[in-house]
């Protein structure tokens, strides 16, 4: 796994995908629905993790999207 040099939650992720795909729907299941589905992932997908990938940067690995806006602005085609 890698992770990128942003660190940046799960619910911001979504906000910026659905402004790029013109989304007005927002699906919201609750926690514990997450942890009964997911198991143990569902409290990283609620609660999230901080990993900053220090053994890369001090190896000056170079990320093609190193934040999440250069990643939708290239892979994402807006919905028009």
């Known amino acids: ?3 990128s040099p942003e660190i940046i ?5 979504v906000c910026k ?8 729907i927002t ?7 997450q942890k009964i589905i997911f198991g143990e ?5 609620t609660g999230g993790q901080r990993v900053i990938p220090r053994k890369l ?3 000056n690995f170079e990320y093609k999207y190193p934040t999440i ?3 939708i602005k290239n892979k994402i085609s807006p919905v028009t």
């Open 57 to 59: 940067q001090s190896l």
């Open 69 to 71: 806006d250069s990643f």
């Open 17 to 24: 995908l659905k402004r790029v795909m013109h989304s007005i």
């Open 41 to 45: 992932m569902g409290s990283v997908i």
């Open 9 to 13: 939650s799960y619910h911001k992720i």
């Open 27 to 33: 699906i919201k299941i609750p926690s514990s629905i």
């Open 1 to 3: 796994n890698c992770v």
